[in-house]
T-cell receptor
Framework: AQSVTQPDIHITVSEGASLELRCNYS??????LFWYVQSPGQGLQLLLK??????LVQGIKGFEAEFKRSQSSFNLRKPSVHWSDAAEYFC????????????FGAGTRLAVHP | EAGVVQSPRYKIIEKKQPVAFWCNPI?????LYWYRQNLGQGPELLIR????????DSQLPKDRFSAERLKGVDSTLKIQPAELGDSAVYLC??????????????FGPGTRLTVT
């Protein structure tokens, strides 16, 4: 069955430090991969997506993610975190073949220390 | 352009009472989704509409949940009767095309339901 694992429930970083959020997926076909961010009381906002091509994808707010097929991973990175990045981050895999369905991980809550 | 609109934002009800949530998708988006997000979890799809047709409702608990999307625009999700375990955030999302590969889904702010 398809699944997404985000191993880190909570992460705390200092403002200005680099960030990497981990995501592993299980899906038999070529995956469509997404990262969403959810601020308190808000809906999910798409940060970036991978469909095909270059395995390093750039997103909004200075985020990037790298697809590694051999590791079934799609980790999210940011070189310098801002206090406004504190939020919950969700990795998702999109099921193709007409299903148009997103399977989400449980999320990683990011706290940023000043 | 206006985003996905949901109402109400918060709802507190007693168990066994009915409740309804409303969603208006982004103009021109023909695919609409209802998700449930339990505390500490990612969203899980309840139902997906393409225009007015429900094309994936396999995760919708049909004994107490119902949904409709008359005229293929806005949608209502209903729970009757509500149970304590239904406490969650109910998210609506929309996208432009439900055929073939997944497309970007735009989410509303959600309705936080508390059942007491």
């Amino acid at each position: 069955a398809q699944s997404v694992t985000q191993p880190d429930i909570h992460i705390t970083v200092s403002e200005g430090a680099s960030l990497e959020l981990r995501c592993n997926y299980s899906y038999g076909a070529t995956p469509y991969l997404f990262w969403y961010v959810q601020s308190p009381g808000q809906g999910l906002q798409l940060l970036l997506k991978y469909f095909s091509g270059d395995t390093l994808v750039q997103g909004i707010k200075g985020f990037e993610a790298e697809f590694k097929r051999s590791q079934s991973s799609f980790n999210l990175r940011k070189p310098s975190v801002h206090w406004s990045d504190a939020a919950e981050y969700f990795c998702a895999v999109g099921l193709s073949g007409g299903y148009n369905k997103l399977i989400f991980g449980a999320g990683t809550r990011l706290a940023v220390h000043p | 352009e206006a985003g996905v609109v949901q109402s109400p934002r918060y709802k507190i009800i007693e168990k066994k009472q009915p409740v309804a949530f409303w969603c208006n998708p982004i103009s021109g988006h023909n695919t609409l989704y209802w998700y449930r997000q339990n505390l500490g979890q990612g969203p899980e799809l309840l139902i997906r509409y393409e225009n007015e047709e429900a094309v994936d409702d396999s995760q919708l608990p049909k004994d107490r949940f119902s949904a409709e999307r008359l005229k293929g625009v806005d949608s209502t999700l209903k729970i009757q009767p509500a149970e304590l375990g239904d406490s969650a955030v109910y998210l609506c999302a929309s996208s432009t095309d439900g055929q073939g590969n997944p497309y970007e889904q735009y989410f509303g702010p959600g309705t936080r339901l508390t059942v007491t």
